[in-house]
């Protein structure tokens, strides 16, 4: 038996004891500890920290999971984790996270499916059944059930929690695909759809210096409910926000009313687009998302960052402020895995 302490971004630390056979993930629930898990694969990176001091193996890391640069700096998935010696392991989440009930099972009915550009829908769901507000961090998912079918898939809120519980998942239509050919050929409003919720590690922490929110196409799910919630409550959004939002073509660029809004109501709100396709009607950027990054935005690295899309789109981005030794700024992202 190793003793591991587990330490949160609130500073509170947990100490629980970890048997050979188990996993640190297993050893923590046992003990009343729900890290935030969703596969329990290697594959999610929702249960994610970083091993600060002791010897342990890894027994799967898919490679969207962590990278090697990330593997090395003692990135660690708690699921797959079995120690060989007393550990320290940090989260950059709060201990509050770990203290829920976990998700629950809920059965919503779809109001609406708004096609906001060429690739991708909001999906406008009533949960009033259930009673009282659905409790989730703006940046949490749920797993939603393709109406129809026994296939699950994981969606960032693209709202704050409310007291009607009327919910909105912002989903890129792909060519084909269980979800996306259900969105576009057969949802119709009135379908069930459940939906297991909350999920995940990635919401907006405290405010205490910039914020760089960075979205890769339908990333910008988890910023319209973070903007939304900072957009209700002005007096928490003191430092400057700036979001870079980089899309594949022009056409796949949506919400821009909604997010020139937050910029009307939130005065340290500034926004950035780009498209990687040129096209006519495009006067804007054109490239990928790190290039709207100018010196100026990251105040001498002493900001916060948050990442949000295709996981090749949240690797550049924390590969370049790697190669810039932002040391100071702290990274929170979601990667958009084929769930
Ligand atoms: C934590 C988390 C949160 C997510 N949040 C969102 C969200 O808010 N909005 C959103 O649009 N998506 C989100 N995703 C991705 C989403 O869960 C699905 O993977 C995606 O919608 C495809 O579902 P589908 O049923 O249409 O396609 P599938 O039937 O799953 O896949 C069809 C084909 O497309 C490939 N594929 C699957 N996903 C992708 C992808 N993202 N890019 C390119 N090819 C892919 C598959 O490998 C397969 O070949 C999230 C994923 C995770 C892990
Ligand atoms: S729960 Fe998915 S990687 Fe651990």
């Not at 010897?55 to 898919?62: S, T």
């Not at 780009?274 to 006067?283: G, L, P, Q, S």
């Amino acid at each position: 038996m190793h003793k591991v302490a587990l330490s949160f971004s609130d500073g509170r630390t947990h100490f629980i004891e970890v048997a050979a056979n188990e996993t640190v993930l297993d050893a923590a629930l046992r003990q009343g500890i729900t890290i935030p898990v969703d596969c329990r694969e290697g594959v999610c990176a929702t249960c994610k920290g970083t091993c600060q001091s002791g010897n342990y193996d890894l027994e799967y890391v898919d490679e969207d999971a962590l990278s090697e640069a990330e593997l090395e700096r003692g990135g660690v998935l708690t699921c797959q984790m079995r120690v060989a010696s007393d550990c320290a392991v940090k989260f950059d989440f709060d201990s509050t996270l770990c203290t829920s009930a976990g998700p629950e099972e809920i059965e919503a009915i779809i109001k609406d499916v708004e096609i906001v550009s060429e690739s991708a829908a909001i999906v406008h769901i009533d949960a009033g059944s259930r009673a009282g507000q659905l409790s989730f961090l703006p940046g949490q998912y749920a797993h939603v059930q393709v109406p129809g079918t026994d296939e699950w898939r994981s969606y960032s809120f693209a709202c704050m929690p409310n007291d009607a519980n009327r919910l909105q998942f912002l989903i890129r239509l792909l060519p084909q695909g269980v979800m996306s050919d259900y969105l576009r050929d057969r949802a119709k409003p009135g379908d069930r759809m459940r939906l297991k919720a909350p999920l995940g590690a990635f919401y907006l922490h405290k405010i205490t210096r910039p914020l760089i929110l960075v979205a890769g196409g339908t990333g910008l799910a988890a910023f319209l409910g973070m903007l939304d919630e900072m957009a209700a409550n002005p007096a928490r959004c003191t430092e400057p926000v700036t979001l870079f939002y980089g899309v594949t073509q022009v056409v796949d660029l949506c919400e821009m009313a909604r997010i020139q809004g937050y910029a009307e109501k939130l005065p340290n709100f500034s926004y950035h687009s780009i498209v990687m396709r040129d096209a006519e009607r495009w006067k804007g950027p054109v490239g990928v998302v790190t290039d709207l990054f100018e010196d100026h935005h990251f105040n001498d690295g002493e900001v916060d960052a948050y990442l949000c899309g295709p996981p090749p789109m949240v690797d550049a981005v924390k590969g370049w402020l790697d190669q810039r030794q932002m040391d100071n700024s702290v990274v929170h992202y979601e990667k958009f895995s084929a769930s």
